[in-house]
């Protein structure tokens, strides 16, 4: 404790800066002329401001020369400042009002576009409903022809099918020959002799009063027109057609009933005696041969009814129509 440096200096020279630091005179002047007396304290003189410089003095004027420049420099620089502002402006807004010049042109372009459209689409909207209505009328209409050709396509259909019966009946006794040759200034007499030579040929005796009409059919020149034979009874046709099957059915092909077996002069014709068919069952006919050998059925007709069956021992299948032979093809 007693080796502690005392802080508090000592008190004569303690009081004596007291004394110095405390002196202070309000006038200048009274202390620059003790300045003057006493040549240990030096005093700073105070720079003047301009303003309370005198009025004629240089450096009053130099400044106001200044604060002048410097005030027209300012000026000039604020009024270029402000005359190219003025030009951006006028500029700027030149740009402006020919932009908006601009848009107004284009929005009233649109606006008469708009009003176009509007006018097209209502007058596309009245088409439409002209059109829907013209439409539904035709819609009606052709519904009603649909149902009329359904109506009358069954009628015909029907009347079709009485059509054919009733050809069937007139020729239920009737027979067609084909494959004859044509005799120069043919007669009647000479079909009858082509008859009654085929009866012979096959022993069975034909006689004129067993025909009620014998004809040739018309058809193009040079081609072998077939000869209609219509017997008195369709027992005595049957009887014919089932005598001549089985002639040709018991010998060869070379054997078989030809123009030579009834004393034709000439290269060696096949003759075919058959039902006289309509036409309509002959294209049938000829139809379902054709699918009944692309899927393996055997094909025949007997008193005008076309037959086919996939066996021998199975029930054959009356084709009426073409719409069988499309079932059992996709069967």
């Excluded at 508090?8 to 003057?36: F, R, Y």
């Excluded at 006493?38 to 005093?43: G, R």
């Excluded at 059509?163 to 200034?185: F, G, K, W």
Aim: aromatic fraction near 4%; charged fraction near 25%.
């Amino acid at each position: 404790m007693s080796n502690k440096t005392p802080r508090t200096p000592p008190s004569s020279n303690n009081k004596k800066l007291t004394q110095e630091k405390s002196i202070s005179e309000s006038d200048l002047s009274t202390l620059q002329g003790k300045s003057e007396s006493n040549n240990s304290i030096t005093l700073r003189g105070k720079r003047q401001r301009v303003e309370d410089s005198p009025p004629g003095s240089q450096c009053h004027h130099n400044s106001s020369v200044n604060i002048v420049s410097l005030k027209n420099d300012i000026m000039q620089m604020l009024t270029t400042w402000k005359t190219e502002q003025d030009i951006r402006f006028t500029q700027w807004k030149s740009e402006q009002d020919a932009t908006l010049s601009l848009l107004t042109r284009e929005v009233s372009d649109l606006k008469q576009q708009c009003q176009q459209i509007q006018k097209s689409n209502l007058e596309i909207e009245q088409g439409m409903e002209f059109i829907n209505c013209n439409y539904e009328e035709m819609k009606a209409k052709i519904c009603a022809l649909e149902k009329g050709k359904k109506e009358n396509g069954e009628k015909i259909n029907s009347l079709e099918k009485k059509i054919q019966d009733m050809s069937l009946v007139t020729r239920s006794a009737s027979i067609e020959l084909r494959n004859i040759p044509l005799r120069e200034q043919e007669k009647t007499s000479d079909l009858l002799s082509v008859v009654s030579s085929i009866g012979q040929a096959i022993n069975l005796n034909v006689k004129s009063t067993d025909l009620r009409d014998i004809y040739r059919l018309p058809g193009r020149p040079g081609i072998t027109r077939p000869i209609v034979a219509e017997f008195t009874s369709v027992s005595a046709r049957n009887n014919y057609l089932s005598t001549v099957r089985a002639f040709n059915k018991e010998r060869t092909i070379s054997d078989k009933l030809s123009t030579i077996t009834i004393g034709f002069p000439g290269d060696r014709k096949a003759i075919y005696v058959d039902e006289h068919l309509t036409p309509t069952l002959k294209k049938l006919l000829y139809e379902a041969r054709i699918v009944a050998k692309l899927n393996n059925y055997s094909c025949w007709h007997a008193n005008g009814k076309i037959l086919m069956r996939t066996e021998k021992d199975s029930k054959p299948i009356h084709i009426k129509t073409e719409q069988c032979l499309t079932f059992l093809s996709t069967k």
